[in-house]
Nanobody, 114 residues
Framework: QVQLVESGGGLVQPGGSLRLSCAASGIDFSINTMGWYRQAPGKERELVALITSSSTKIYADSVKGRFTISRDNAKNTVYLQMNSLKPEDTAVYYC????????WGQGTQVTVSS
């Protein structure tokens, strides 16, 4: 049974930082591309960042230079370090694993507000 469990979301002021974590089980983590998507109210789900099995990283233009994705294969965990957060980063953030088919976590809420 595949499980992706996100944590680390919350309320933060503009300019602040958060680190999201996603712990995976039931997959061969090291060969999966892992990533983060987000969905704001009334908007479609959009890519935030991906990291391949060889640690190639892809970022949405809106987060380049502010967010960093990383992975720890020993812990089956992918991270998203988010710095210089803006109100427009407010969304539910979803972890995904992709190898043949995609799996999704339940999501974690990130709210950026003063």
């Amino acid at each position: 049974q595949v499980q992706l469990v996100e944590s680390g979301g919350g309320l933060v002021q503009p300019g602040g930082s958060l680190r999201l974590s996603c712990a995976a089980s039931g997959i061969d983590f090291s060969i999966n591309t892992m990533g983060w998507y987000r969905q704001a109210p009334g908007k479609e789900r959009e890519l935030v960042a991906l990291i391949t099995s060889s640690s190639t990283k892809i970022y949405a233009d809106s987060v380049k230079g502010r967010f960093t994705i990383s992975r720890d294969n020993a812990k089956n965990t992918v991270y998203l370090q988010m710095n210089s957060l803006k109100p427009e980063d407010t969304a539910v953030y979803y972890c995904t694993s992709q190898y043949g088919r995609a799996y999704w976590g339940q999501g974690t809420q990130v709210t950026v507000s003063s």
